[in-house]
């Protein structure tokens, strides 16, 4: 070995030794002398060379807001990509998006506002089983988002008019809500209108989302957040209509 590369061996020797050397001549990471944690395809490998599954994502993906409330809000629509997008649009306890909304199609019912076969706590309005929130499988959210999401309930809808301050804008030639929060934090709810036998209705000027939660009047009902340009209301509609579903998480 000359002296120009004994000098240079042992100067790569000290620096493997002080641990200053992260990376070698083609740029990568060397492989971790000291068997610590690194991640490998979904696992991490503990000192004892067992693998261990690394912790599920309660957020799957999904961009989320923490406006200051009991649960955090998706960013965009069930279905959208962005804010401003309406995203699909679901009758009330279905998961697949349809080209015609009403009672001849609406899963939950024998054809008929007064045949309900789930969600009912009357027995005019169908066979009661006094189920009154949507189960996991049958949640919009839930099943389309994947995680810790799910619709919200009316209370969190309820929650979300009391607790922000709503203002009508635009938002890249789209109108709906600026719904900020009261730690500065803001969502944009789009005026998506609604979906009733095969039109959509309102768009642009009215949006309605669907909670997870049975009307507590008729149960042909169920609750949704409803706005306009000058008033947001807390109320309930047809569940057989399609309408806009936004995600929370309490995880």
């Known amino acids: 070995m000359n002296r120009k590369n004994f000098i240079f061996a042992a100067m790569l020797f000290a620096a493997l030794s002080l641990g200053f050397v992260s990376c070698d001549d ?13 991640e490998q395809s ?9 693998e261990t599954p690394e912790p599920a994502d309660p957020y799957s993906g999904h961009a989320y807001v923490d406006l200051g409330l009991s649960v955090k809000w998706a960013t965009c ?10 995203g699909n649009y679901y009758a009330w306890g279905e998961t697949s998006p349809k ?15 007064d045949t309900m076969t789930k969600y009912c706590t009357d027995s005019d309005y169908g066979t009661v089983d006094n189920k009154t929130v949507l189960d996991p499988e049958d949640d919009a959210a839930a099943v389309n988002m994947g ?29 709906g809500y600026n719904v900020e929060g009261s730690n500065g934090n803001s969502i944009f709810l789009p005026a998506a209108g609604c979906r009733y036998d095969g039109d959509l209705l309102d768009a642009g000027s009215l949006g309605y989302y669907w909670s997870s939660s049975l009307g507590t009047g008729d149960s042909d009902g169920a609750y949704n957040l409803h706005f306009s340009s000058v008033d947001v209301v807390w109320n309930d509609y047809d569940r057989c209509c399609g309408r806009s579903v936004r995600g929370v998480f309490s995880h």
């Open 26 to 38: 083609k740029g990568n990471e060397p492989d971790d002398p000291q068997g610590e944690q690194t």
């Open 42 to 50: 979904g696992s991490t490998e503990n000192n004892g060379g067992e």
């Open 77 to 86: 629509n069930v279905g959208a990509t962005k804010p401003e997008e309406y």
């Open 99 to 113: 080209t015609t909304y009403d009672y001849s199609t609406y899963k939950w019912c024998n054809g008929s506002y």
């Open 147 to 175: 995680g810790s999401w799910r619709m919200p309930t009316a209370e969190e809808q309820k929650e979300l008019i009391d607790e922000c301050t709503w203002t009508w804008t635009t938002l890249n030639g789209v109108n």
